[in-house]
């Protein structure tokens, strides 16, 4: 099986879960899981961990933790690419979103007893985190301000363990007009999801891997645009194992 068609089965497992959550719910998975090279690229790079319990905050529906469903299905069903990393076995995989209206999506579509999936309305800057060995925030630091970014990325460090991953995309505010570009579909995409147009609390890419730096974590950079003329970077930010931190 080639990758074009091996990525055909793995989006088709991945939404096969919205289709219960209402055609918006499924078409917006489709679109986001096909269209934004940031999901095929945690699986091939082998960025997660072999296993581990998972935190998302702003995950909306959940579009990435039926990703993580599917690409384990697929794997120990044999059907996996040999030149990709293995795919991450989820032990819980827990999410906080604000807008009710995604979290009613994604009860619909996981069901509100699912064994792993646990999607609750909440705003990250005031829920509790718990300990998690994976937090993701995608393309959402940026909706509130500067203090509140550093106190959400505070807590977040204190919920990981040594060894543990914090993963976050962003748009570098250094970029110029690619930059701008991000900031305008970003505008487009939060009033399709029924947000109010907000604004937006960017920083250069510098600026961000200071910031986290200086909570501990190692930083380590990725474009994520794959030709388009945008200004995403993945961040990939660990804390150190407990011997490298004693």
Not at 97 to 104: A, G, I, N, P, T
Not at 120 to 148: E, K, N, S
């Amino acid at each position: 099986m080639n990758h074009a068609t091996f990525l055909n089965t793995l989006l088709d497992e991945a939404t096969l879960p919205f289709r219960g959550g209402g055609k918006f719910a499924y078409h917006y998975a489709r679109g986001k899981l096909s269209s934004d090279c940031i999901f095929r690229e945690l699986l091939r790079q082998g960025i997660f961990p072999a296993e581990g319990h998972y935190l998302d905050l702003g995950c909306g529906q959940g579009s990435l933790f039926g990703w993580l469903l599917a690409a384990r299905k697929l794997h120990e069903q044999g059907n996996w690419p040999a030149d990709w990393a293995p795919a991450p076995k989820a032990l819980s995989l827990r999410g906080y979103e604000l807008m009710q209206k995604d979290v009613d999506r994604a009860a619909r579509a996981f069901g509100r007893d699912h064994p792993l999936v646990d999607i609750r309305q909440g705003d990250m800057c005031r829920v509790d985190f718990g300990h998690a060995d994976v937090v993701t925030i995608l393309d959402a630091l940026h909706y509130f301000d500067h203090a509140g970014q550093q106190d959400v990325l505070t807590r977040i460090r204190a919920a990981l363990p040594p060894g543990g991953l914090f993963l976050t995309r962003i748009g570098d505010a250094s970029a110029g007009l690619p930059y701008h570009l991000c900031n305008w579909v970003d505008h487009a995409v939060t009033f399709v999801r029924g947000h109010r147009l907000p604004r937006l609390y960017c920083r250069p890419l510098g600026e961000w891997v200071a910031l986290l730096e200086n909570l501990g974590f190692s930083v380590s950079t990725m474009e994520m645009n794959e030709g388009k003329p945008f200004a995403n970077v993945m961040l990939v930010c660990r804390v150190p194992p407990a011997s490298q931190a004693e």
